[in-house]
């Protein structure tokens, strides 16, 4: 029974190669690594190719975000039968025991569906960045950091997309991960539809995998803000459809409040990334949009 390994790479060569080389320590012998590079610029994407020549690398010539660059492999996964498939991000460090934890769990829990590992910060490993998520229509801080003692599982809305382990016959039921969110939300939406078909979602309390989140707070300051922002519209339109005016209303209020704050802190490209995430929301702009985003371009 195989474990398909998905790595997506962005402009991150390096920490893709050292995740990738850790992934290849782990000893599991029915793993298969795919490696998907989202249209990377070309200095990175000839680093990868130089560097990961046994591992199989799919090339993709449009950055599709992370939903669309993870179904580039899902597809593959599903096409060779893989029984689970673990979405790891580059800027995540995950030890052997924790992989093998989260597949003992699906093995052990036919009705769970989805699985992850709690989160902690690279730089400061006492520090709890997840123990599962909340729903993300209704809460602003979806994140648990709750602590979670090992050997217990925690029943949550979903399990963060920086590590997560997959069981086959889900995506097969449900789908792939839904395009329209380009970046974030993704997971979430696809632990509901889960759900929707009797499956749960669960954190294991004895994994645990570090997260290097200031690898990537350059893109947070701004692109994390517009896409986490106005996906919330996407998940309340797909998920909420008779509270969508009032949890839309909602969310539009605290971006005007977030945004606000933004301005006050003079911190005016993350006002406007939130503004532009609430107008796309209610009309209905949703996939990528990173050139209108990074433009500061609100219309």
């Given amino acids: 029974m195989t474990l398909g390994i998905v790595i997506l790479n962005w402009n991150q060569a390096e920490d893709t190669i050292a995740c990738v080389h850790e992934a290849q320590s782990w000893p599991i012998?029915?793993?298969?690594?795919?490696?998907?590079?989202n249209c990377s610029q070309p200095a990175d994407r000839r680093r990868l190719t130089e560097a990961l020549a046994g591992v199989e690398?799919?090339?993709?010539?449009k950055n599709l975000g992370f939903?669309?660059?993870?179904?580039?492999?899902?597809?593959?996964?599903?096409?060779?039968h893989c029984e689970w498939v673990l979405l790891l991000n580059n800027d995540?460090?995950?030890q052997a025991d924790a992989v093998q934890q989260l597949r003992r769990t699906l093995e052990r829990h036919p009705s769970i569906g989805i699985v992850g590992p709690v989160l902690v910060d690279a730089a400061h490993p006492t520090r709890l960045l997840s123990a599962g998520g909340r729903d993300i229509a209704r809460h602003v801080s979806s994140h648990i950091v709750d602590p979670l003692a090992p050997g217990a599982l925690r029943r949550v809305d979903y399990v963060p997309g920086t590590c997560v382990m997959i069981r086959a016959e889900v995506l097969r039921t449900v789908g792939l991960l839904d395009e329209e969110y380009f970046f974030g939300g993704e997971v979430a939406d696809l632990c509901a539809r889960a759900k929707l078909h009797g499956w749960l979602s669960?954190?294991?309390?004895s994994a645990v995998v570090q997260h290097a989140v200031d690898r990537s707070a350059?893109?947070?300051?701004?692109?994390?803000?517009?896409?986490?922002?106005r996906n919330r519209f996407l998940y309340v339109r797909k998920f909420y459809p008779r509270a969508r005016l009032s949890l839309s209303a909602l969310w539009t209020m605290y971006g005007m409040y977030a945004g606000g704050w933004a301005i006050a802190r003079r911190q005016f490209q993350q006002a406007r990334a939130i503004a532009l995430g609430c107008i796309d929301g209610w009309c209905g702009r949703f996939g990528g949009q990173n050139a209108r985003v990074t433009r500061g371009e609100i219309s």
């Fill in 29 to 37: 012998s029915d793993k298969h690594i795919w490696v998907v590079d």
């Fill in 218 to 229: 350059a893109i947070r300051r701004q692109l994390h803000i517009y896409y986490v922002m």
């Fill in 67 to 80: 939903a669309g660059g993870n179904n580039l492999a899902l597809r593959r996964a599903l096409h060779i």
């Fill in 202 to 205: 669960a954190i294991d309390g």
């Fill in 57 to 61: 690398l799919i090339l993709s010539q």
């Fill in 92 to 94: 995540a460090r995950a």
